[in-house]
Nanobody, 121 residues
Framework: QVQLVESGGGLVQAGGSLRLSCTTSGIIFSLGAVGWYRQAPGKQRDLVAEITSGGRANYADSVKGRFTISRGDTKNTVYLEMNSLKPEDTAVYYC???????????????WGQGTQVTVSS
């Protein structure tokens, strides 16, 4: 079974930076998109950044130019570099990976437990 563990969250002042890490374990048969989502109190979970199966990075308009998604050297870690943080970035950040499956196994989506990011004004 695939497991994802996020780390790197914390409290930071506005204008500061954080780097979130997502470490994966288990077997993914066919890697699809990997991404970061966030959920603020009372809000729905929204996509922040993703790397598609074709290697293209996409970002929410609210974080373009400030956040960067990347994969580690071993390809089992996904990072989210967050710069120029704003109070509105405060949320629980979740890592997500897609297993596209095989001809005999259907596609599945996996989530981490989340890591809290709090940006003070």
């Amino acid at each position: 079974q695939v497991q994802l563990v996020e780390s790197g969250g914390g409290l930071v002042q506005a204008g500061g930076s954080l780097r979130l890490s997502c470490t994966t374990s288990g077997i993914i048969f066919s890697l699809g998109a990997v991404g970061w989502y966030r959920q603020a109190p009372g809000k729905q979970r929204d996509l922040v950044a993703e790397i598609t199966s074709g290697g293209r990075a996409n970002y929410a308009d609210s974080v373009k130019g400030r956040f960067t998604i990347s994969r580690g050297d071993t390809k089992n870690t996904v990072y989210l570099e967050m710069n120029s943080l704003k109070p509105e970035d405060t949320a629980v950040y979740y890592c997500n990976v897609i297993d596209r499956g095989t001809a005999w196994r259907d596609s599945r989506s996996f989530w981490g437990q989340g890591t809290q990011v709090t940006v003070s004004s």
